[in-house]
Nanobody, 123 residues
Framework: QENLVESGGGLVQAGGSLRLSCAASGTAFRNYGMGWFRQAPGKEREFVAAISFTGGSTKYADSVKGRFTISRVNAKKTVYLQMNSLKSEDTAIYYC????????????????WGQGTQVTVSS
């Protein structure tokens, strides 16, 4: 069973950048597809980005394509979300999640979730 811990959130001005990290414990990280989701106040959780267990396949929400990049370093059991050109609408709690092998934009497929990290973008 993996535990996931996000870090790297904070307050940033619009147009700025942040890099989120999600560190996993346990021994199965290399077999997990990983995803980032976010939830803004009063809104439903939404998909942001996902990466397959090898890193060879990625998916992005249309709203973040060209601005966000997901990556992973299996030796460090860590997945990253590089966020550039941040907008006020990116303000949310960001969660990482784990599933078996493949990347997916479906939250229901993920079996392990982190506690989340707050990202606030000021305009």
């Amino acid at each position: 069973q993996e535990n996931l811990v996000e870090s790297g959130g904070g307050l940033v001005q619009a147009g700025g950048s942040l890099r989120l990290s999600c560190a996993a414990s346990g021994t199965a990280f290399r077999n997990y597809g990983m995803g980032w989701f976010r939830q803004a106040p009063g809104k439903e959780r939404e998909f942001v980005a996902a990466i397959s267990f090898t890193g060879g396949s990625t998916k992005y929400a249309d709203s973040v394509k060209g601005r966000f990049t997901i990556s992973r370093v299996n030796a460090k059991k860590t997945v990253y979300l590089q966020m550039n050109s941040l907008k006020s609408e990116d303000t949310a709690i960001y969660y990482c999640a784990a599933k078996g092998f493949t990347d997916s934009d479906q939250a229901k497929e993920y079996h392990t979730w982190g506690q989340g990290t707050q990202v606030t973008v000021s305009s």
